[in-house]
């Protein structure tokens, strides 16, 4: 939800007082014009503010747990599930940990010491909001999000499929799986790990936890999905180019 330009107004002005909008806009990297359309509009993005936020040393959660509609985020942070550290690990560092356990256990050596692990690549990625809303999922977590907000199921699961999630919607949708809420706030890159509270190496710690057997079937899970995306990709390529060449 945007945040009320007078709210903004106000909170800036506590921040950075003797800035003018041009100091703002140069050391936060927000475009003067983006800013001027949003303030006219009366509705500012809550990612100016994270910008904003991160130019003047600001936590952003901090920062929006300032205005109304964001207060549920005041206070300690609560800690992500196993799982939602999980989905946040890119499907190539998964096939990654997968073939680095297969050398290792090939090699022989101190069954009891893991490789070597390669670094994560950062969050999120391709898939990351989905597979969030997959790792908090109980069966009815979509059903519950469109009834306390509104939205369509069908755009709901648009927003999804497009590794999308409005800061609005993943605050929702954790509140109604119960789980922390800066999860989807992360997995939209909306924040980072570190300013959500996540403790360093949370997600190399939650795949190391993971037996050799839920890291093989977690990594074909994610190669059949993606897998399903590139034939349809291929297939909508496919109709397109018939399209074009009927039409020549």
């Known amino acids: 939800m945007p945040l009320p330009a007078k709210a903004f107004q106000r909170w800036l002005h506590g921040i950075a007082p003797q800035a003018s909008t041009a100091d703002i806009c140069r050391i936060s990297g927000v475009k003067r014009t983006t800013l001027a359309q949003q303030l006219v509009r009366g509705k500012v993005a809550e990612s100016t503010v994270v910008s904003i936020s991160r130019a003047f040393n600001i936590n952003p959660v901090a920062a929006l747990a300032t205005f109304a509609s964001y207060s549920e985020l005041a206070g300690s942070p609560v800690l992500p599930t196993a799982a939602e550290l999980v989905s946040q690990i890119a499907t190539m560092d998964l096939l990654s940990a997968v ?101 360093p190496g949370a997600r190399q710690a939650a795949l190391d936890a993971l037996s050799d057997g839920e890291l093989a079937a977690l990594a074909g899970e994610r190669l059949q999905a993606l897998g399903k995306t590139l034939r349809r990709q291929e297939q909508d390529h496919q109709q397109t180019k018939t399209i074009w060449e009927n039409l020549g």
């Open 99 to 199: 073939i680095a356990r297969s050398a290792g256990a090939a090699g022989g050596g101190d069954a009891d010491r893991p490789p070597p692990a390669p670094p994560l690549t950062p969050a999120p990625h391709a898939t990351s909001v989905k597979n969030w809303v997959d790792a908090i999922d109980d069966g009815e977590l979509r059903h519950r999000v469109s009834a306390a907000t509104g939205i369509a199921p069908q755009n709901y699961s648009a927003q999804l499929t497009a590794n999308r999630l409005t800061p609005e919607l993943a605050i929702a949708t954790s509140r109604a799986a119960g789980v922390g809420l800066t999860g989807g706030l992360v997995a939209t890159g909306m924040i980072t790990e570190s300013e959500a509270g996540w403790p």
